[in-house]
């Protein structure tokens, strides 16, 4: 898993600098795949969907979470 998210990270997002290491999530969620990418610059959360769902519900799910935090909700 680690490779196929490395070869994602380097074709997608190339300033994010040289991956660390990847290390899934526990989640309960078995609509995605959760984990943490480790790289030279920051960390990261990749969330890969597996239900098909769509940008705009992706969008929107950011959206509660981005309200939930601001308001010290813990999610």
């Known amino acids: 898993m680690q490779d196929q998210i490395s070869k994602i990270f380097k074709k997608n997002y190339p300033n994010l600098g040289s991956i660390k290491s990847v290390k899934p999530l526990d989640h309960r969620n078995i609509n995605s795949i959760n984990c943490v990418v480790n790289t030279s610059k920051n960390h990261y959360v990749f969330r890969n969907f597996t239900d098909g769902s769509s940008s705009k519900k992706i969008e929107k799910m950011c959206q ?4 939930c935090i601001t308001r010290k909700v813990k999610v």
């Open 64 to 67: 509660i979470l981005n309200f």
